[in-house]
């Protein structure tokens, strides 16, 4: 595995620069995407600043990116490296008891990215690339 770096919050005001080990799309489903912008919005802010309180350090921020596809995992059939993509901050599995109703926010495997909440926190997109699904 090889390293990226990263903008990690390691507690409120506390946003530093360092060299992370680069994620591999090695579940299924998932998509590792080389990071080429990402917007700073209130919930980064927040974040950062500590007005968020339901933070888990350290944590890499950024739910707004954009970017190119470096690698798929396996099972991945909409997406091939070299696609330019929008990345939506959360997502949710598709195949379980609510997701099959339509109702999505209620998944059991729902995750967010660079962010806060309930489900699943993955790192985001202050950094060279990010994982996703």
């Known amino acids: 595995m090889g390293k990226m770096m990263a ?23 998932t998509v590792l995407v080389k990071i080429k912008s990402c917007g700073i919005c209130q919930t980064d802010y927040k974040a950062i600043k500590g007005i968020r309180r339901n933070v888990t350090f350290p944590l890499i921020p950024g739910h ?29 599995c ?17 995750f967010t990215t660079g962010g806060d909440g309930p489900e699943e926190v993955w790192a985001g997109a202050f950094a060279e690339y990010m994982l996703t699904r």
């Open 94 to 110: 598709g195949f379980c008891s609510h997701c099959r109703v339509g109702n999505t926010h209620y998944c059991e495997h729902a």
């Open 7 to 29: 903008a990690v919050l390691h507690d409120f005001n506390k946003l530093e620069l360092e060299d992370v080990a680069r994620p591999a799309p090695t579940a299924p489903g």
């Open 64 to 92: 707004e990116p954009s970017g190119v596809v470096a690698e798929v995992g396996p099972g991945v059939l909409h997406f091939k490296p070299g696609d330019e993509v929008i990345c939506q901050p959360s997502g949710f």
